[in-house]
């Protein structure tokens, strides 16, 4: 099989020399305060970042699990899962699982993470939870996993995707989400985002398109981003029932948006990191070398400030 950007971008979640040539034109730059706040080594990468209450917790190569409390003081521990990466993290009400290559699905147990039963060997790109037991779990070649006790156990969904989105091909879910009414979203190939009221029983299609989805953040009052190749971004204003794209000014690949609780928006992918204010109607580039040089393939918000994760595993935190 030949080489498919989409599934490239996600799969180490975004690095990969064949995607850093990817031409960008710059918006209008935005002004923000940039921290190193955690500095990694050349061959080491962090792949997902979670903010909850309790601090921050970001995960990458070789079983590597990194927090903080504060944002700044970082400790590190790596998980024995024979050189399995581990791609997205979750951490609602100190219930904290990730999940990564082959798989694996690692729970937290006091201050240890234990390895749980998977139902794939399929890369799991992305894992979100309710804080009430349902969790979901999403990866390659149309891999969605539920679980309702808190990631202890797992099933392995069966979902007609000719129905869901027009053809029997099984698309890679990289990016899944639950709203604070409980309800899952997923988005992946062929633009399509979907939307479960039942915890992954049933699924509706919300959107669909050329460009592959990475990113996909659901904000309040109804705000919603979805972000991806060719610098595609879109917005939901109602929820996620539709859908329109806004201008992004670039054509690099976009991996990962989150939403702040004032509406703004951080984006950000290969080489490129952009903004979006508040009722804005196109994104600004971020104007800082320390993005712009490097990759970062996942966000975060914690006490207003945005945490982006990436190339050697570094954690830069971005006042705006």
């Not at 034109?25 to 500095?39: F, R």
């Not at 009400?93 to 990564?100: D, S």
């Not at 729970?107 to 139902?119: G, V």
């Not at 029932?241 to 201008?247: A, L, R």
């Amino acid at each position: 099989m030949g080489v498919n950007v989409s599934t490239v971008a996600k799969m180490a979640k975004c690095a990969v020399p064949l995607l850093l040539s990817v031409a960008m034109c710059a918006a209008n730059a935005a002004p923000l305060q940039g921290d190193m706040v955690n500095k990694g080594h050349a061959h080491e990468a962090l792949f997902g970042v979670n903010a909850s209450a309790d601090g921050l917790i970001a995960v990458g190569g070789a079983g590597q699990i990194s927090s903080s409390k504060d944002g700044v003081t970082w400790q590190r521990i790596n998980v024995d899962l024979a050189g399995r990466s581990l791609l997205a993290v979750s951490d609602v009400g100190g219930n904290a699982i990730a999940v990564g290559q082959q798989g694996v699905i690692v729970l937290r147990n006091a201050d240890t993470w234990q390895e749980q039963e998977s139902p794939t060997t399929e890369r799991l790109f992305s894992v979100a939870q309710d804080g009430a037991g349902f969790v979901i779990a999403a990866g390659g070649f149309g891999t969605v996993l539920r679980s309702v006790d808190s990631g202890k156990s797992w099933e392995k969904l069966l979902i007609d995707w000719q129905a869901l989105i027009g053809q029997s091909y099984e698309p890679h879910v990289y990016n899944v989400t639950v709203d604070d009414q409980g309800r899952a979203y997923m988005a992946g190939e062929f633009g399509m985002i979907a939307r479960s009221d039942d915890q992954g029983k049933s699924w509706q299609a919300l959107h669909s398109g050329d460009e592959s989805l990475f990113g996909l953040a659901i904000g309040d009052r109804g705000l919603a981003y979805a972000v991806g190749q060719s610098g595609t971004i879109l917005r939901s204003l109602d929820g996620g029932d539709s859908w329109s794209k806004i201008e992004s000014g670039s054509d690099a690949i976009l991996l990962d948006v989150s939403v702040r609780s004032d509406d703004r928006a951080v984006v950000t992918g290969i080489r490129e990191a952009l903004s979006i204010a508040p009722g804005g109607q196109r994104a600004e580039r971020l104007d800082n070398s320390q993005l712009l040089d490097s990759w970062y393939c996942d966000v975060g918000v914690y006490k207003g400030d945005f945490y982006v994760v990436g190339q050697k595993a570094n954690v830069l935190k971005l006042s705006i």
